[in-house]
Every structure is written in C-alpha cells, then in structure tokens.
C-alpha cells in the first residue's frame, strides 16, 4: 500500500505507535513556532541536523489573526494603510503585548487588512471608572476620537496620529541605518542617498503635518544640499566628464 504507514494505520505494535505519536507531536510543535515576520511572511522551524538547533524559513503570508491570504491582499494592506503597513508590522515589535502602544498599531494594521477586530486597554481611574488607556506621548483629537501625538494644533489636526508617527520612526530608522552603512563603507553616494531620504520624510514629503514649520524648514534645505552633493559627484562620475578629462 502507498503512503506513509501512520496515515494509513498500518503500523503495528509498541515502537510503530511511539513513532507515529512522535511524528504528530513534531508536526504540532511546529506549527507551534511559526513566527510572523516584518514583511507579513511566517516562518515555519526546521532542524539542522549537525547542531540539531531549531531555524526558520521562509512561509506564506498571513493576517495578524494567523488567517493565510495571499500576496495580492497583502499589498491591498500597504496600499490600503497609506504604504506603512511593513513599518507598522515592525513598529508593534517594539512594543509589549498588551500595551496601549501596541493596541493600537495591532488596531491600524487589522484595519488595513480588512479586519474588523479591534483592541483596547482599559484602566480604572481614582472614582472607579473604566477608562480607555492612550498610548505614551498622545491626546485624544475631540473631532474624531483618534489618538495624535501631543503639540500645537493637536486638535486642529495638524499633529500625526500615533500610528502615522510609529511607521514614520521606522521609516527614519531604516534611513539611519544606511547612513551609518554608507559611512562605514567609506560610500558618500549611499550616506548621502540615506542622508537624502531622511530628510524628505521629516520636511513632509509623506505627511505635510509631520513636525514643525521650522524642522520642515530646515529638512528642506538639507534635502536640497543632499540632491546638489548626488548631482555633482554623478556628473563627475559620468563617462562623457571622465573623458573630457
């Protein structure tokens, strides 16, 4: 008969039975250790066999509530959360379970997916109410009810929410980190490209209410002395000036 012995039950005896049992038990602590990764994939462990240490690899892509969806659904959510959704899948690892904080960007990523779940913290105040916990940093905007980080105009809705300021953080980061690897690569074309897009996330290209009139300002003027040092090094750089040369 085709197929493994312990789907089709012709395993027998003491040591068949073990080995069967231990095959459904490999199976469950498996899928047990799938790990969500920043992009929406699932990691699913494998054992190497020399070090026998458990590692990951690659899986499909599933909702936050461990639902598979595809790929297409996927890029729905970026297109759907105004391309932060990655940033966001990140942002929430820095956060504890059960935080306001992570509430609330689990809250906007379940959005952006096409849930409808929704998470909240609660505390009880000094008269014994029930009130909602808001994360660290933020004021509820009257108009609407969203959390927006705190500043002038927070009520005008000329501050980011919560969420938007998390994604933009990543964002931030991932730039930083290119200009730390530029550096340290002796490479001033990515330092200053790393350079470059930092400095078009915090004068508002992604969202005109980021910071200030003034920080705008004067990522501005970064921004501009980033794309003169680029176009100068490129012209340099170019077959047609070497050759002039």
Known sequence: MNGSPAKTGSISGTAGHASALKMVEEQKAASALKKVNE???????????????????????????????????????VKKSGGTLN???????????????????????????GSKKVHKVTKENKKGETVDVKPKGTTTRKSDGANVTKGLGAQKGKTLTFTEKAAEKEKINKANTQIKEGKAAKDKNKRDEGQLAKAKIKRGDNNAKTGTMLSRALAKRKAKRNERQLAKRKEKDSPADMYKK
């Open 39 to 77: 992009d929406g994939s699932v990691s699913f462990p494998y054992e190497n066999k020399k070090t026998k240490k458990k590692k990951v690899g690659e899986g499909t892509v599933i909702k936050p509530e461990g639902k598979k969806m595809s790929n297409a659904d996927w890029a729905k959510g």
């Open 87 to 113: 940033e966001l899948v990140s942002a929430r690892k820095k956060h504890k379970k059960g935080s306001a904080e992570y509430a609330e960007i689990q809250n906007k990523i379940n959005s952006s997916l």
